[in-house]
């Protein structure tokens, strides 16, 4: 079944603990990207990746870094979480960015950062 | 910086009503249109594309109007099951082609 998986779905951890969001996609898309979601703002983009090697920045990278090492990974990395990074954050990913190719959403990892 | 803007609603319509949403864009050489439908705490799901002659698909209907820069859709008889936050995007080639998402429009369809 194609599909963009992350994990895990919740974590609940403190403030400065180094965490790490995976998102892995089996569908060998080019582009991939990370998202967070708040109320009333929408979905805002952290940081995109066209293909292995290549990222970069969306609307609100601070605090955040990734990496793409291989076509199917795209994990986002947390050095030093602070609560204002309490969202609930989305992986997609699509076959290129160009024509009329929709993205595929993970489900879905809700942080909370106390 | 690119908009793309939506009316967050949210839109209160009974069950069997037509309800429409626009969705402004600002750049004139966007390209690629979509509606993804979302419900609540859950991930974006692509709804429909949206073409330039216009496309439908069941009981919805999306419309691009380029002289005025907006997409529509227009959902027909609705169901309780409709009721979510629909959320538009745009890709343009300017932008790499990176798609652009509106805030979202809420729906609740009541009994």
């Known amino acids: 079944e194609a599909q963009v998986t992350q994990n895990p779905r919740y974590l609940i951890t403190v403030t400065g603990k180094k965490l790490t969001v995976t998102c892995s996609q089996n569908?060998?898309?080019?582009?991939m990207s990370w998202y967070r979601q708040d109320p009333g703002l929408g979905l805002r983009q952290i940081y995109y990746s066209m293909n292995v090697e290549v990222t970069d920045k969306g609307d609100v990278p601070e605090g955040y870094k990734v990496s793409r090492k291989e076509k199917r990974n795209f994990p986002l990395i947390l050095e030093s979480p602070s609560p204002n990074q309490t969202s609930l954050y989305f992986c997609?990913?699509?076959?290129?960015?160009?024509?009329?190719?929709?993205?595929?959403f993970g489900d879905g990892t809700r942080l909370s950062i106390l | 910086r690119k908009e793309v803007e939506q009316d967050p609603g949210p839109f209160n319509v009974p069950e069997g009503a037509t309800v429409a949403f626009n969705c402004t864009y600002s750049n004139s050489a966007s390209q690629s249109f979509f509606w993804y439908r979302q419900d609540c705490r859950k991930e974006p799901k692509l709804l429909m594309s949206?073409?330039?002659s216009g496309n439908e698909d069941g009981r919805f209907t999306a419309q691009l109007n380029r002289a005025s820069q907006y997409i529509s859709l227009l959902i027909r008889d609705s169901k309780l099951s409709d009721s979510a936050t629909y959320l538009c995007?745009?890709?343009?080639?300017?932008?790499?082609?990176?798609?652009?998402f509106g805030r979202g429009t809420s729906l609740i369809v009541h009994p």
């Open positions: 569908m060998n898309h080019e582009y």
């Open positions: 949206v073409y330039s």
């Open positions: 997609a990913s699509s076959t290129r960015t160009g024509g009329n190719q929709p993205q595929h």
């Open positions: 995007v745009v890709k343009w080639s300017g932008g790499s082609y990176i798609p652009t």
